[in-house]
């Protein structure tokens, strides 16, 4: 059984910083892609940042890009969104997605809210 847990989340004043980590179990972790998506409310599901498998090539959306972080630990399976500056807007529930590039097959955890207000 494929599980993805989310951990980390809450609420958080404007200019503060939260870690968001992903467990994953039931997957050969290391074949994935890793991503953190959030999704607000009223608005569409939105990649925040993704990781690559061995190469650990990472991409941002714009708005994320230089406050948040992305990481894996292999070893661990494990990601982890290391986010700093928060802002307003960062208010969404914050969703983990592995991805298996060759089947075409992915995972989504439970997910985890993010609150940035003051």
């Known amino acids: 059984q494929v599980r993805l847990v989310e951990s980390g989340g809450g609420l958080v004043q404007p200019g503060g910083s939260l870690r968001l980590s992903c467990a994953a179990s039931?997957?050969?972790?290391?074949?994935?892609?890793m991503s953190w998506y959030r999704q607000a409310p009223g608005k569409e599901r939105e990649l925040v940042a993704r990781?690559?498998?061995?190469?650990?090539?990472?991409h941002y959306s714009g708005s994320v890009k230089g406050r948040f972080t992305i990481s894996r630990d292999d070893g661990k399976n494990t990601v982890v969104l290391q986010m700093i500056s928060l802002k307003p807007e960062d208010t969404a529930m914050y969703y983990c997605?592995?991805?298996?590039?060759?089947?075409?097959?992915?995972?989504w955890g439970q997910g985890t809210q993010v609150t940035v207000s003051s």
């Open positions: 997605n592995a991805y298996y590039e060759l089947s075409s097959t992915d995972y």
């Open positions: 039931g997957i050969t972790f290391e074949r994935y892609v």
């Open positions: 990781i690559g498998r061995t190469d650990g090539n990472t």
